[in-house]
């Protein structure tokens, strides 16, 4: 369950659209079922962040294939076929498209029957996975802080078509943040969830503990940035003991 502390660091980001945590369950969740409007998969999260409800979903409440990604449903030979992708333009062969559902991040079938959606603020259970929507300069913490600890390089991974598999799938699947950008994927754009240009990040259940360890203890704002005078001499000082350093070796560090 995320700690009070947790939860204020989060509520620090000043986020416009809520932090959305979630949930993979296999026996129902106790809380409330979705009781919005039929919506694809990319719009529970949109949902708890407008209404602020602690609520689950199951397979009939998802009118796309974000049901797929949760291993819910076979793939849809049709839609697998790669026509609907052909269909949408977003790809010139089906085959083209088709080359995405070999390829497509899937959990386990059969193990998902329901998914909990709750704004961070109201989380009271142990997320799966944290959703992020951020404009740029939140989404620089929120980035670093998957790496601070780990050094793990920052990765994209999406397709044009099924960006949900990206999003909710594949960090559950190799435990890797994924992040990508609202306007460039044809449901999510089509279905007008976001504003372009913002930044949606997953953060996995197995970097949760040292995503908000790197929150509470990294800097918010790198010492470059600052412009007040005890952080500028702060910054010479350690850049100066780059060259003392380099000097031992014959080098030099051409930083500047």
């Given at each position: ?105 899937i959990l386990e079938p059969g193990t998902i029957r329901y998914v909990q959606f709750a704004p961070v603020s109201a989380c009271d259970f142990d997320p ?129």
């Amino acid at each position: 369950m995320l700690s009070a502390k947790a939860k204020e660091l989060i509520e620090k980001l000043g986020l416009t659209y809520p932090a959305v945590a979630v949930k993979m369950c296999f026996e129902k969740p106790d809380v409330p079922h979705y009781d919005g409007p039929s919506c694809a998969f990319c719009q529970f999260v949109k949902y708890a962040q407008d209404t602020g409800k602690n609520f689950y979903m199951q397979v009939e409440d998802d009118q796309c294939y974000g049901k797929m990604a949760m291993g819910m449903i076979d793939k849809p030979p049709v839609t697998a076929s790669g026509q609907a992708g052909y269909d949408f333009g977003c790809y010139q062969t089906p085959m083209g498209c088709r080359q995405l559902y070999q390829q497509l991040p899937i959990l386990e079938p059969g193990t998902i029957r329901y998914v909990q959606f709750a704004p961070v603020s109201a989380c009271d259970f142990d997320p799966d996975l944290l959703f992020f929507v951020a404009d740029l300069p939140q989404a620089d913490i929120i980035m670093r802080a998957t790496s601070w600890v780990s050094g793990d390089l920052w990765e994209s991974k999406s397709s044009p078509v099924i960006s949900c598999a990206w999003m909710y799938a594949y960090p559950i699947i190799t435990g890797k943040a994924n992040h990508i950008t609202t306007g460039f994927y044809h449901g999510l754009k089509r279905r007008h969830a976001y504003p372009a240009g913002l930044r949606m990040i997953s953060v996995p259940f197995q970097k949760i503990p040292e995503f908000f360890y790197a929150l509470e203890n990294m800097d918010w704002t790198l010492i470059a940035f600052r412009d007040d005078a005890e952080s500028k001499a702060e910054l010479a000082r350690r850049m100066a003991h780059w060259q003392e350093m380099a000097a031992e070796v014959g080098s030099h560090v051409d930083l500047k």
